[in-house]
């Protein structure tokens, strides 16, 4: 297979699985829809998602990369979309618009730092690479926030195993997009990585769902009603 064929079909994985993983959040909207309610779902995976794809966005805007556009456009749109009608349900909202307010600050902050401030692109690139980097991180562990509670309660049922198996098909095809593009900040060869911590915390979370297996759970559910 040529060089450009190759890539071209990695381009294309890494926007099915993507895309994929930002629609398991469908799942959580048809939830809240039907139940009027927010208990089982996580805000701030949805949050730290968003912010994660507008600043991508960003890079992909400045590094004129079609696949991190149309991929962090679309997942932008979903999450906040995911995030709106978690507002609308959610009946006490304090919490969640602090920390809305404060990761949109920061990522509003960084945007003025880089676009203001940063006259050279390849140093604005770099530098905001980085900062992407930081965001994806917090994507990858915001699901483990409540990883005290699932052992205290020897319970999954707040994890999503679709986007457990989604995250991490999606965190390796983006590191070997990131092999063919030699870029530092997709591929794992530097600290600031960001997609190590997708594939390491998707196995803390299906060896999670092997020893609390979710089956237990509704069981556990029948017996208490």
Known sequence: MEAGAAD?????????????????????????????????????????????????????????????????????????LYILVYLHYCPRKGVELLQTAALLGVLLLGFGYFWLLVPNIEARLQQLGLFCSVFTISMYLSPLTDLARVIQTKSTQRLSFSLTIATLLTSASWTLYGFRLSDPYIMPLRFQVPNVPGILTSFIRLWLFWKYPQEQDRNYQLLQT
Do not use: E
């Open 8 to 80: 071209a079909l990695l381009s294309g994985v890494c926007v099915v699985f993507t895309l994929g993983m930002f629609s398991t959040g469908l799942s959580d909207l048809r939830h809240m829809w039907m139940t009027r309610r927010v208990d089982s779902v996580q805000f701030l995976p949805f949050l730290t998602t968003d912010v994660n794809n507008l600043s991508w966005l960003g890079y992909g805007t400045l590094k004129g990369d079609g696949t991190l556009i149309v991929v962090n456009a679309v997942g932008a749109v979903l999450q906040t």
